[in-house]
């Protein structure tokens, strides 16, 4: 039996099980424990500053949630011509909407930083961190930017280095090492993510496959967020 478009994605682990398929996939969209990844991984980065300013650790979350959390994701949701990862369930001119109104708000909080301080290395950061945003996920340049090792830079290294240069518009080697630290983890996420959805997608998927890797991205994302959350305690303990 043919399943609708879109059906493979509201049965992954971080869809609501209940609720209207627009609601459950409107939620889905936002991939939320994969963002809480991205967040927590610029929550580290503000972290290692000698004394962060809060106010710019809540900007650059809210800056990563707005243009990867949301963005990034309703631009992966419009697809291509042959691919359309949700389907019909979300209407083009609403993904486009969302994701213009996001990319708009990022770049407006950034921007206020960046016009009132002179963040320079923010601002760079951020302009590729933007590239990629539209490169990976619109697949340009024949998606030669579409790969797990690019994946892994600007949904990993990026927010690190992005929560550091908005602290304090420098670079250490720490952060450079915690850049790649995270890397490493948002590479483990994308080669289980992309198998995992491969079997989702089959009509009677291997299920202890799918169970195994499902496992996987649940223990990488549970990790990477738990240790965020207890530097940011550790933090605040100061």
Same mark, same amino acid.
């Given at each position: ?70 963005? %990034?994701? =309703? @631009?992966?949701? +419009?697809?291509?011509? #042959? ?6 369930? !979300?209407? *083009?001119? $609403? ?85 790649? %630290?995270? =890397? @490493?983890?948002? +590479?483990?996420?994308? #080669? ?6 491969? !079997?989702? *997608?089959? $009509? ?35």
């Amino acid at each position: 039996m043919n399943r609708p478009a879109g059906s493979a994605r509201l049965r992954e682990w971080f869809v609501p099980a209940r609720g209207s398929s627009r609601m459950r996939a409107w939620v889905g969209l936002l991939f939320l424990p994969y963002t809480a990844m991205v967040l927590s991984y610029t929550v580290m980065g503000a972290l290692l500053a000698p004394a962060p300013d809060w106010a710019r650790v809540a900007a650059v979350v809210a800056i990563y949630f707005l243009g990867l959390g949301i963005g %990034a994701h =309703a @631009l992966d949701a +419009l697809g291509s011509r #042959r691919v359309k990862p949700w389907g019909e369930l !979300l209407g *083009r001119r $609403e993904l486009l909407l969302v994701t213009a109104l996001a990319f708009t708000l990022a770049y407006a909080i950034g921007g206020y930083y960046v016009l009132r301080y002179g963040l320079v290395l923010f601002a760079l950061i951020a302009l590729v961190e933007g590239f990629f945003a539209l490169a990976y996920n619109l697949e340009w340049f024949r998606g030669r930017f579409h790969t797990d090792a690019w994946f892994a830079v600007s949904w990993g290294a990026l927010p690190v280095l992005a929560g550091y240069t908005l602290q304090t518009n420098a670079l250490r080697p720490s952060v450079l090492l915690l850049a790649l %630290a995270a =890397a @490493l983890f948002s +590479l483990v996420q994308i #080669r289980a993510s992309r198998p995992y959805k491969a !079997l989702r *997608r089959g $009509e009677t998927p291997p299920r202890p496959a799918a169970q195994t890797l499902e496992g996987v991205l649940r223990a990488v994302s549970a990790g990477v967020i738990t240790l965020g959350g207890a530097l940011l305690l550790a933090a605040q303990g100061r």
